[in-house]
């Protein structure tokens, strides 16, 4: 795997390893607890962490090289995500119902990793330009684009779970 990419995958992996021990021994009733109105529980943003990722589509030729990029979204959607700004979920595939179980999430999202490893290893350098992804908002986005959308995501996430548990301490 080419060092950049194998460098951010590490990242990935060591924070998505570093939430789920946070969140393994919670109880039932503090998984599910909600910090306030129309707020998410801790399941709920743990789904919908999952739910984004496998919906993140990988592939090179997948994205036609031709097809427009939304300037500046990329940009606008990262500062939403790193500030922790609340705006309604752009894909509706990715609203959680609520009725998964931590176990369960965390079996898909072992899963959807090994997927994203496989295909990071298939990168080479003429790879990390093309565009490998389609983001409702952003249009086309590399892969390495991609990897900077799954940590900016995952982070805000983390945020809101981090500060759900001090909540329910």
């Known amino acids: 795997m080419l060092s950049e990419l194998q460098d951010s995958y590490d990242t990935l992996e060591k924070a998505r390893l570093a939430l789920i021990h946070k969140v393994l021994g919670l109880e039932p009733e503090r998984l599910n607890h909600k910090p306030g109105p129309d707020r998410w529980s ?17 592939k090179a030729g997948l994205v036609s090289d031709s097809e427009e990029r939304k300037p500046g979204m990329f940009e606008i959607v990262l500062q939403v995500l790193d500030h922790d700004t ?13 009725n998964a179980t931590l176990e369960g999430l965390i079996t898909a999202w072992d899963k959807s990793r090994i997927g994203l490893f496989k295909f990071l290893e298939s990168c080479g350098p003429e790879d990390l330009e093309r565009p490998v992804s389609r983001h409702l908002v ?23 779970i981090e500060a759900a548990i001090e909540q329910i301490k």
Do not use: K, W, Y
């Open 86 to 98: 609340v705006v309604d979920v752009p894909d509706p595939g990715m609203i959680q119902d609520g």
């Open 42 to 58: 801790i399941l709920e943003d743990f789904q919908h962490m999952v739910m984004a990722e496998q919906r993140t589509s990988l």
């Open 138 to 160: 952003t249009g086309p986005i590399t892969v390495v684009e991609c990897l900077r959308l799954i940590d900016s995501h995952f982070n805000h996430h983390r945020r809101r």
